[in-house]
């Protein structure tokens, strides 16, 4: 069984950083796809970023000039994201979701198995 667990959620100001991280465990990292997706509180879940297990990144468009460093360690079985320039409308619950595929994917569907979320507050 798949088990993901996110962390470096937190609290900061706005035009902050911050360093998302997932670790993987219960299969072969590497045969698995990952992305990041949110969910702000009243909102629809949406995809952030997402990389293949070959490599290849995608970035949802409204984010992509932000949220620039999908990255993944097959070696570690995991998976980080920077964001930078952080605003308040960033705030969410960041999840990591991995597919059983090599290519990745901005849809939700695409992804099997789910983290609990680590959550992120920008504010003043």
């Known amino acids: 069984q798949v088990l993901l667990v996110e962390s470096g959620g937190g609290s900061v100001q706005p035009g902050g950083s911050l360093r998302l991280a997932c670790t993987f465990s219960?299969?072969?990292?590497?045969?698995?796809?990952m992305a990041w997706f949110r969910q702000a509180p009243g909102k629809e879940r949406e995809a952030v970023a997402s990389?293949?297990?070959?490599?290849?990144?995608?970035y949802a468009d409204s984010m992509k000039d932000r949220f620039t460093s999908i990255s993944r360690d097959n070696a570690k079985n995991s998976l980080s994201l920077l964001m930078n320039n952080l605003r308040p409308d960033d705030s969410a619950m960041y999840y990591c979701?991995?597919?059983?595929?090599?290519?990745?994917?901005?849809?939700?569907?695409?992804?099997?198995?789910w983290g609990q979320g680590t959550k992120v507050t920008v504010s003043t």
């Open positions: 979701a991995a597919g059983p595929s090599e290519r990745g994917s901005l849809r939700e569907d695409w992804f099997k198995y």
């Open positions: 219960g299969d072969i990292y590497s045969r698995y796809s």
């Open positions: 990389i293949g297990s070959n490599g290849i990144t995608s």
